[in-house]
């Protein structure tokens, strides 16, 4: 009985046809450092030192690989630095780590694209922070990244991917 218990409570929920991620999302993805936004502005509102976004503008080499897995999207994403992985589970509550920062997102699918939302707290006071990850086009994704403090503007910043073989 427990047994079945601890399966039923592990077993992710059906999710509806709409809400589901597109399947071509899943894969390797490189950087097109060229056709997306720097991220110097959303370094900057999330407080990061000089140093980090200098050294943030010589990042050239960025892959994301993302893997789609009945109900959970895990997204490991490269560079010269660092390598970190993050795995949330879609119509749930999370935690993952943003720039060394643990920050509960909740997790969705909009029209093939995964939408993570989520509360973090910067030197300025609160702010919410929005990525939206999804096709442009069979070979290109998009991930749109907002960073919204309360009361202020919002910081967008958009990340153009190429699939690789």
Known sequence: MRLLLALLLLATPALAADSVPAPGLAGTWALESEASDSVDPLLAALGRSKMERTMAKRIKSVTHTVVLDNGWVEVTSANTFR???????????????????????????????????????????????????????????????????????????????????
Do not use: C, H, Y
């Not at 096709?135 to 967008?156: H, N, Q, R």
């Open 83 to 165: 390598t970190q992985t993050s795995r949330i589970e879609l119509g749930k509550t999370n935690t993952i780590d943003i720039m060394g920062q643990a920050m509960e997102v909740t997790a969705e699918t909009k029209n093939g694209r995964v939408v993570t939302s989520g509360a973090l707290t910067l030197s300025t006071g609160p702010a919410t922070l929005q990525t939206a990850r999804g096709l442009a086009d069979p070979s290109t994704m998009e991930l749109v990244l907002t960073l919204t403090p309360d009361g202020g503007k919002p910081v967008i910043v958009r990340r153009v991917f190429r699939k690789q073989p």
